[in-house]
């Protein structure tokens, strides 16, 4: 998991480049490129997120509204289902749809739906900020969803208890940034401080109420609004 880069490219897609939709040159960049796309396998366990816009399959919800944002914006209306898809789920892009049609015409949503299939058998939609303003800033949006690593490269040096704890979205003392990254997604602010006592790094979610603080590259506490957090 590449999480220095993609940690960078968060930060980037916050606010680095002014927003805009693709080009249609762009999109269909994009379009070929994603029918050349090899396995790839879901970085974060998701939680299927029911939408009101009457898309057919749920969405992919790494967090609960308002902790999950799209863009700096809220997701589309919906509602988080039960149950847990699991980090390590072989996951293939089956169809893309823009914001905008091949004419240039608006759309019924804002952001960019990435069809998925999970497992060889169900589907899901990946929801993409559709204001990237490149090819290559919606592939690194991709890339915090969708990693190339199969689980066995992803989880090495993991524990049976760390991979527990990322199945069912839990974090545990002394975790590994990468093995928070899968279990919450990735943060949206990440702050790093040296001091004589070693290197401390503070991470925090949409809305401020989710939070890990690592030392010296473990986790040595995380706060959530639910029950998958180390302290109270």
């Known amino acids: ?33 994603a029918r050349t796309e090899g396995e790839r396998w879901l970085e974060v366990s998701v939680r299927p997120y029911h939408l009101a816009d009457g898309t057919d399959v749920p969405a992919l919800a ?7 944002e799209i863009g700096g914006h809220s997701p589309p209306a919906g ?12 996951a293939r892009i089956v169809r893309i749809d823009f914001p905008v049609g091949p004419f240039g015409e608006k759309t019924r949503h804002r952001d960019t739906y990435v069809r998925l299939q999970l497992n060889k058998q169900t589907e899901a939609v990946l929801i993409i900020d559709g ?5 290559s800033r919606f592939w690194d949006e991709v890339d915090l969803w969708l990693t190339p690593l199969p689980p066995a490269a992803a989880e090495e040096g993991w524990n049976e ?19 928070v990254v899968a279990a919450w997604g990735y943060p949206r602010t990440r702050v790093v401080h040296f001091s004589a006592n070693g290197r401390r790094e503070s ?16 986790l040595a506490e ?8 180390t302290g109270p």
């Not at 509602?79 to 072989?90: K, S, W």
């Not at 208890?161 to 002394?174: D, G, H, N, P, Y």
Request: hydrophobic letters at 40%; glycine letters at 8%.
């Open 79 to 90: 509602q988080v289902l039960e149950g847990i898809i699991p980090a390590g789920t072989p």
């Open 1 to 33: 998991m590449r999480l220095l880069f993609a940690s960078a490219a968060v930060a980037c897609l916050l606010g680095c480049a002014p927003r805009a939709a693709l080009t249609p040159s762009e999109r269909g960049a994009v379009l070929r490129d």
């Open 62 to 68: 790494p967090l609960p509204p308002p902790e999950w």
């Open 161 to 179: 208890a760390v991979r527990a704890a990322v199945k069912e979205k839990r974090t545990l003392s002394e975790m590994p940034p990468e093995a």
């Open 203 to 218: 991470w925090s979610w949409p809305g401020g109420l989710r939070t890990a603080d690592f030392q010296d590259g473990r």
């Open 222 to 229: 995380s706060r959530a609004p639910d029950a998958s957090g």
């Open 131 to 135: 204001a990237l303003g490149s090819e």
